[in-house]
C-alpha cells in the first residue's frame, strides 16, 4: 500500500486528480503509455511501465474524520496529517486529494 501526491514543480496549484484523470482515461485501469492528470486537466506523470496490475485509485489516504467516525478515536495519527506535515515546508497545505494505491 502506497499514499501517494504529486505536485507540478513550476505550480503547486497544479496538482495529481485522481477524479480529472478517471474522466480524461474513461478507464480506471492505468497502463503504460497512459498519463495521470492534474486538477486542470494537464499531464502531470507519464506511466512508462507497471509491474502490479491493478491498483485502487479511487480511496483516498486515512483521516483523522475516518478513525473518528469508524473507530471512535480521536485525534489518531494518519496519513493524511502526515503527508501534510512533511508538505508544509514547501508551502503545500493542506492536501485536497490523496491516492490510495493498493494491489489489488
Known sequence: MVDFVAYD????NNRLDPGVTLD???NYRIKPGQCLYSNRYKPLIS???ETVGIHDFFNSAC???MY???YDKKDHPSCYNNLN???E???ISPLINIILSICL
Open 9 to 12: 514543480a513550476q505550480n503547486i
Open 24 to 26: 480524461v482515461l474513461r
Open 47 to 49: 506511466i512508462v511501465s
Open 63 to 65: 483521516r483523522p474524520e
Open 68 to 70: 473518528e467516525v469508524l
Open 85 to 87: 506535515t512533511a508538505l
Open 89 to 91: 515546508p514547501f508551502g
